[in-house]
T-cell receptor
Framework: ETGVTQSPTHLIKTRGQQVTLRCSSQ?????VSWYQQALGQGPQFIFQ???????GRGNFPPRFSGLQFPNYSSELNVNALELDDSALYLC?????????????FGPGTRLTVT | GESVGLHLPTLSVQEGDNSIINCAYS??????FIWYKQESGKGPQFIID?????DKRQGQRVTVLLNKTVKHLSLQIAATQPGDSAVYFC????????????FGTGTRLKVLA
């Protein structure tokens, strides 16, 4: 069984640029959630995708967008990067549906905006 | 690796003792609760979960208690080991049309030899 993987591991971008982060879900999982974790804080829920549709969203502006592909991998896109977007971005996958909510996290992508 | 939980509340326990980590959650509509362990440089690791129709659930060396009356969740770790040292987060899932997950601020557990 393959765990959740994320790429890249680290990334440095300039304010105003756009970034795409990638996540491969655990084998057999059809639901992917994305989180932002600032240093010293708990993860903040960005959104969740279930079978290629967004079915949950936290308090993040529209410049945070996502995609889920037919193989259930996912992308997080952030436009017009701001300094405060510097954080660890975590992806979590789960089986989804009405009863399978247990999430498994990847190692994260560390984004630094300068 | 990165540092997790630089200024978090810290619980220090002697190796072999039991640990109790507490969490207050915010939303009466939360229907599912999870405890995660996060070590520096890693993503959160699932420990144990509990649904809102239960008040206790046990795993291997861990027990989660849920008190919906006062919106309180606790994680008990029996016979705490050095490998248990990490930051622990509680999280709640809210289902209101769509899904939303809210994490607590975290507690750092230090196991003293």
């Amino acid at each position: 069984e393959t765990g959740v993987t994320q790429s890249p591991t680290h990334l440095i971008k300039t304010r105003g640029q756009q970034v795409t982060l990638r996540c491969s879900s655990q084998s057999g999982h059809n639901t992917v959630s994305w989180y932002q974790q600032a240093l010293g804080q708990g993860p903040q829920f960005i959104f969740q995708y279930y079978r290629e549709e967004e079915n949950g969203r936290g308090n993040f502006p529209p410049r945070f967008s996502g995609l889920q592909f037919p193989n259930y991998s996912s992308e997080l896109n952030v436009n017009a990067l701001e300094l405060d977007d510097s954080a660890l971005y975590l992806c979590a996958s789960s089986l989804g549906g009405q009863t399978q909510w247990e999430q498994y996290f990847g190692p994260g992508t560390r984004l630094t905006v300068t | 690796g990165e540092s997790v939980g630089l200024h978090l509340p810290t619980l220090s326990v002697q190796e072999g003792d039991n640990s109790i980590i507490n969490c207050a959650y915010s939303n009466s509509a939360s229907d599912y609760f999870i405890w995660y362990k996060q070590e520096s440089g890693k993503g959160p690791q699932f420990i144990i979960d509990i649904r809102s129709n239960m008040d206790k659930r046990q795993g291997q060396r861990v027990t989660v208690l849920l008190n919906k009356t006062v919106k309180h969740l606790s994680l008990q770790i029996a016979a705490t080991q050095p490998g248990d040292s990490a930051v622990y987060f509680c999280a709640e899932k809210i289902t209101s049309g769509t899904y939303k997950y809210i994490f607590g601020t975290g507690t750092r557990l230090k196991v003293l030899a």
